[in-house]
């Protein structure tokens, strides 16, 4: 059975950090691309970041990049998001996903993939940054 569960949320203040996991079972990061997704009250899902380990390619979108850091560690089946410089405009549910890398398109310019959704999804976990 596939799982995903993330953990690491809190409430911060702005300019902080947090460190987001994402641990997996069910399935090898070999053949599965992780993206990371949040979603802020009123607002839509947002696509930000993916991680394709067989590829060694990642993604960032303008909105987070050179603020956070996406990686690996194969050994613990997790995948960490690691938050700086954390503003009240990133205050949102984060959610890590998985799907069948062949059908993710993931590299340093884009972060799309086939279908409307990524095949498996966390529960999520809340962010909340106070200015």
């Known amino acids: 059975e596939v799982q995903l569960v993330e953990s690491g949320g809190a409430l911060v203040q702005a300019g902080g950090s947090l460190r987001l996991s994402c641990v997996a079972s069910?399935?090898?990061?070999?053949?599965?691309?992780i993206g990371w997704f949040r979603q802020a009250p009123g607002k839509e899902r947002e696509r930000f970041s993916c991680?394709?380990?067989?590829?060694?390619?990642?993604y960032y979108a303008d909105s987070v990049k050179g603020r956070f850091t996406v990686s690996i560690d194969s050994a613990k089946n997790t995948v960490y998001l690691q938050m700086n410089s954390l503003q009240p405009e990133d205050t949102a549910v984060y959610y890590c996903a998985a799907k069948d890398r062949t059908e993710v398109y993931c590299s340093s310019l884009y972060f799309y993939y086939l279908g409307d959704l990524m095949e498996y999804w966390g529960k999520g976990t809340p962010v909340t940054v106070s200015s």
């Open positions: 991680i394709s380990k067989k590829d060694g390619a990642i």
């Open positions: 069910g399935f090898s990061f070999d053949d599965y691309a």
